[in-house]
């Protein structure tokens, strides 16, 4: 199993942990795992994780690899005795942390980001994506027709508005456990954090930061 690795290593399981910082809503890791180092950072993983990793085509399997890996960074640090432990998915595709933990991930490109915090009401959701404006010009798809108005950068705007969504879906699907549109959840966005409005019967909070480049959103959410 990884050992914890220093911010700036390439730990013993191939990944470099570029940060690891608290947010509002749990510990976050962010690792990069390059396409040479996917086999080593495989070979750390638990037996099961390592099943369920190979059973994917390269670029899925490197995005498992890195995603399970940045987890285990955080779960070594605060749960040593769980180092071990398999992480695999439940039925809607979200990571099963051992007993008294919460946990969740996203990946893009090399780079994997994983948020872990104790178990309890709330469900936890971290998102990560480019910081610039995407090929497409997503805000129409993604917006409500009131965020559309306010939005003053339908660009780099909409990616983070977009990331800010993704963390609040998975901080949400253990509850509402089906497809929830983007047009479902209303975002102000301030400094840091937005502030959430939807038709949900939960407590929606999030926050954001510009990191290296990305979007890192983070989402809680518990039933009002
Ligand atoms: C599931 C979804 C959020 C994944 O987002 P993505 O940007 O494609 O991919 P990311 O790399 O950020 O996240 C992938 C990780 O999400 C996690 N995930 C998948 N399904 C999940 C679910 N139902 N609940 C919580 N986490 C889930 C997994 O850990 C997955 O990584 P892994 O398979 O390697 O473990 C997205 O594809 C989706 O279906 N969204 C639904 C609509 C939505 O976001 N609405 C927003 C309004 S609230």
Redesign the pocket.
């Known amino acids: 199993m990884p050992e914890v690795p220093e911010v700036g290593d390439v730990g013993d399981a191939g990944i470099v942990l570029l940060d690891r910082f608290e947010t509002a809503h749990g510990v976050c890791a962010i690792v990069e795992l390059t396409d040479e180092r996917v086999a080593a950072a495989l070979a750390r993983l638990p037996a099961a994780e390592q099943a369920l990793a190979l059973g994917l085509p390269p670029a899925r399997r490197r995005?498992?690899v890195a995603?399970r890996a940045a987890l285990h960074v955080t779960l070594g640090e605060l749960a040593p005795e769980f180092k071990d432990f398999p992480i695999l998915?439940d039925d809607?595709?979200?990571?099963v942390l051992p007993a008294g933990w919460f946990g969740?991930?996203?990946?893009?490109g090399a780079r994997a980001a994983a948020l872990i915090a104790p178990a309890g009401d709330a469900r936890v959701?971290v998102?990560?994506e480019r910081a610039a404006p995407s090929r497409q010009d997503i805000a129409r798809w993604i917006l409500t027709a009131r965020e559309q108005e306010t939005l003053e950068d339908r660009g780099r705007g909409a990616t983070l508005r977009f990331s800010i969504?993704?963390a609040?879906?998975?901080a949400?699907?253990?509850f509402v456990r089906r497809?929830?549109?983007?047009t479902?959840?209303e975002l102000v966005v301030t400094d840091g954090v937005a502030h959430v409005t939807s038709e949900l019967p939960l407590a929606i909070e999030t926050t954001w930061r510009e990191h290296g480049g990305f979007w890192l959103a983070t989402a809680r959410a518990q039933l009002r």
């Open positions: 995005e498992l995603g998915a809607r595709g979200a990571p969740s991930i996203s990946h893009k959701g998102d990560l969504k993704e609040i879906y998975k949400i699907d253990p497809y929830v549109a983007f479902e959840v």
